[in-house]
């Protein structure tokens, strides 16, 4: 059997949470961290022993593929908090870049046009690579669309590096999900919240493959 990349979830919140819990019941083990780390050991205990809670530092040294479940501005400090550890890995930024507005919603607080993929690939240190994934769902619907049948849902995904899509997939259908590329991280924005790939945007909701074929 092909030995699978370490994966770690950086950040236990919502997302986080969800993720690593479809990793768990996809089977595949997952290194688990948040800045308390009590928080990172209390989820381990739960999950159990396809799962071990580390320290930040030793959880992004001993991964391969460190999935970033934390906020779009303090991603950009631990790019450089991290960019010797962060090198040869995979970064998977499931991050938008959104804040509460004045009226009981969400705004984004970067340009119109902008992306969080394409700002944060400029960050990513030399030797890593960058993919937008993961995010393109609520965490409520991340957990409650894993591994739904007869026809999985769709995660959407970016990356500027194709070598990489088979890792990548291999992830994301861990995760109990479909993975369709929608292109490099250009495309990024499509799959951020407003964007037209993402549950709260144009899609409004998880989409099965033939349903997302329709509009990539």
Known sequence: ?????????IGLGNIGAAVATNLVK?????????????KANVLSQKLGSLTHAATIADAVKEADIVVLAIYFDPIKDFLKTYATALEGKIIVDPSNPIAPDENGGF?????EDESAGQLLSALVPNGAELVKALGTLGAATLASASFQTPEKA??????????????IEELIRDNGFEPLR????NQ????????????????????TLNEAKLVV
Do not use: C, P
């Open 182 to 185: 929608v292109g490099t991280l």
């Open 107 to 111: 705004k984004k607080i970067i340009g």
């Open 188 to 207: 990024s924005i499509r799959i951020e919240v407003f964007g037209d790939l993402h549950e709260f945007g144009a899609l409004g909701k998880a989409v």
């Open 1 to 9: 059997m092909i030995q699978k990349s370490k994966v770690a979830v």
């Open 26 to 38: 996809g089977n595949r083990s997952v290194i688990l961290a948040d800045k308390t780390f009590e």
């Open 154 to 167: 769709v995660e959407f995904y970016a990356t500027d590096n194709s070598s990489i899509n088979a890792e």
